[in-house]
């Protein structure tokens, strides 16, 4: 595969995400037990540690989006890794405290920790889709989505590793010295917004098309659709883990790996063949990988039990590795030029909705048992299908019209 030569700003902002990702990611592993020793009744609380972090940063996607298409992407991403940077700081604090205040400061520091993830990769897309061409923006933005998986798989896999070795405490220091160098790389990077303005009031007044910027909907559909399963991952996925005596970030170790395969290799099929049927390939890889992690609890072998988790996890990457790039490069297609910013976070609004109805689907489906596992899963894979359904008759309506 041949890559085009991008800017400078291209490779700081993919080294800048990454450090980012593995900033509050390394962390997620870890939270549930954390939220249990907190608390006597901390593991019926394990889904809002995804579903607060998801609230928050959905929340200030409208202003982070109006933000980096007045102020500048720069600025915006700033704001987002400080505020990453003083949660991670903060974290330990909960811990010291009488378990009320202790679990409460934990949901603030949630909160305060999504308010970060919906700031710096906001501005982070609207400056990456400034700097694309069209022609090959679906392969800029594999290359660009490989940098964010290793932030995932990397911080997922050293995460359990710190904590057993050095406590939790360290791990979150560790996620504060990943968001210092998420600041210093950011430094580096040229402000792509051709005329930013300085603050004012007016810029923080949301309207409803701010929210949800209309022409990126069909995009924003299919990445709700796409990531409420991954918000059941990020809750049970560590529980599986933990119940087959493995490394937390088992499952996202074999994602990582197949995602960055897949991106090496065909992120540019959607320049080819186009995003919707692109997406329907994704989409289908993502109901199996979502059904052959479920189907994997039924079995009482436990290397069996792991060998297809782990083909699951892989088909996971898989799937995220084809549709993630051809989401975003979907979005940035349909956005108006003066409001990227917009676009974006209508976009990552969808992302952050549709992780928290993956995340509190799991208080309903799922009771902290390995028999309860295979209904929490089939949420997913419900809407994987309905995804495919969705862009197939989107597809059809856009052939009809032609």
């Known amino acids: 595969m041949k890559i085009p030569r991008y800017p400078r700003n291209f490779w700081i902002i993919c080294f800048g995400l990454l450090f980012f990702i593995m900033s509050f990611n390394i962390i997620i592993p870890e939270l549930n037990n954390y ?18 972090f998801s609230v928050s940063a959905a929340i200030s996607r409208p202003y982070s989006g109006k933000l980096a298409d007045h102020i500048g992407r720069k600025k915006v991403m700033y ?9 991670c700081l903060i974290y330990p604090l909960a811990g010291t405290l009488s ?22 990769p906001t501005g982070a897309t609207a400056l990456v889709t400034d700097i694309l061409p069209e022609k090959n923006r679906g ?5 660009w989505g490989t940098f964010i998986s290793v932030g995932f798989g990397a911080g997922q896999l050293l995460s359990s ?7 939790i405490n360290a791990l979150f220091m560790v996620a504060a010295a990943f968001a210092v160098i998420t600041l210093l790389v950011m430094s580096q990077l040229e402000e792509t917004l051709p005329d930013p303005k300085k603050f004012k009031r007016e810029f923080l007044r949301i309207t409803i098309s701010d929210v949800l910027e209309r022409p990126v909907m069909p995009a924003a559909v299919v990445m709700f659709l796409s990531v409420i399963s991954t918000g059941i991952v990020f809750v049970i ?48 890889f993502m109901f199996l990988s979502i059904m052959t992690v479920a189907i994997s609890q039924k079995f009482n072998d436990a290397e069996t039990v792991v060998l297809i988790y782990s083909i699951g996890a892989s088909l996971f990457g898989v799937s995220t590795g084809i549709s993630s790039p051809t989401i975003f490069a979907w979005t940035a297609d349909l956005s108006l030029e003066s409001r990227r910013g917009v676009g974006a976070g209508t976009m990552f609004i969808a992302l ?17 048992t390995p028999d309860t596992i295979f209904r929490a899963f089939l949420v997913g894979a419900t809407a994987a299908l309905v995804g495919i359904a969705y862009l197939a008759w989107h597809l059809l309506k856009r052939e009809s019209k032609t």
């Open 352 to 368: 952050e909705t549709g992780i928290m109805v993956g995340s509190i689907s799991t208080m309903i489906t799922y009771d902290n």
């Open 161 to 167: 590793w710190i904590t057993n070795n050095w406590g």
């Open 99 to 120: 378990p009320l205040v202790g679990i409460l400061t934990y949901f603030f520091l949630r909160l305060a920790h999504g308010f970060s993830a919906g700031f710096l």
């Open 35 to 52: 939220v249990k020793e907190l608390h006597p009744k901390g593991k019926y609380y394990l889904g809002l540690t995804i579903t607060l």
């Open 139 to 143: 392969l800029g933005m594999g290359i």
């Open 237 to 284: 996925t560590p529980e599986i883990s933990d119940f087959l005596g493995l490394n937390k970030g088992w499952f996202f170790g074999f994602y990582v790996v197949s995602t960055i395969v897949v991106r090496l290799f065909v992120s540019g099929l959607s320049d080819i063949i186009g995003r919707r049927k692109t997406l329907i390939i994704g989409q289908i």
């Open 79 to 87: 704001i987002g890794a400080s505020i990453g940077l003083v949660s």
